[in-house]
Structure formats: C-alpha cells, structure tokens
C-alpha cells in the first residue's frame, strides 16, 4: 500500500511562488506515473500535471502550463509541484497522486491518492 502525504501549502500573496512536496512510503515513486490534481468545494477533482513513469515526460492543464512545474526525487522518494506566478484562481486542496498506468488520462486511472493540502492565493 502506497502512502502519499503533501506538506508545503499555505497563504501566498498574488504572484508569488510555492513549492508541494508529496512524500511517498510503501512504493517506489519510480514505478508509478505521479500526479498532482487540486478541488475547489461543489466541483470535480481537475487536472494539473502528470509526469509518466515510463519517460519521465510531463503534461500539463492548459491552465497552469508555463506556470507551474512537476518534478521527481528518486532519493528522497518525493515528486514536487513548483507553483510560479500564482493567481487568486489558484486557491483549492491540492492533492498528489500515483498512478500505475504509464500515462493516466482522468481519476479513475490513479490508485494513490494524498490527503491533500490547502493552498490559499490572496492579498
């Protein structure tokens, strides 16, 4: 059983920068696809960026691509989400996710999933 666990969020001003971290345990992050997707209360998870396990390649929401970065740490078994540019838009839980398809396409395709964690974009 893959155990995720995000930490990183908080309140951040308009236009600045943060970085999630999403530490895996029970499973080696080089196995899976990671994700990371974030909710806002009355609507449905969506999609904001995934890395593949098989090449490495990452794809983002056209809503956060230029903006905001995933990467992997196979030492420290962590994938990040670096945040630029952050907008008022931006504020939702994020959650951090795996995925045990080489490229997952919606939800239902990840199997591990974070407890997620508040990020709060305001001046």
């Known amino acids: 059983q893959v155990q995720l666990v995000e930490s990183g969020g908080g309140l951040v001003q308009p236009g600045n920068s943060l970085r999630l971290s999403c530490v895996a345990s029970?499973?080696?992050?080089?196995?899976?696809?990671m994700g990371w997707y974030r909710q806002v209360p009355g609507k449905g998870r969506e999609f904001l960026a995934v890395?593949?396990?098989?090449?490495?390649?990452?794809s983002y929401a056209n809503s956060v691509r230029g903006r905001f970065t995933i990467s992997r740490d196979y030492v420290k078994n962590t994938v990040y989400l670096q945040m630029d540019t952050l907008k008022l838009e931006d504020t939702a839980v994020y959650y951090c996710?795996?995925?045990?398809?080489?490229?997952?396409?919606?939800?239902?395709?990840?199997?591990?999933w974070g407890q997620g964690i508040q990020v709060t974009v305001s001046s």
């Open positions: 996710e795996a995925s045990g398809r080489s490229r997952p396409s919606d939800p239902t395709e990840y199997d591990y």
């Open positions: 029970g499973g080696d992050l080089r196995l899976y696809s």
């Open positions: 890395k593949s396990y098989r090449d490495g390649r990452a």
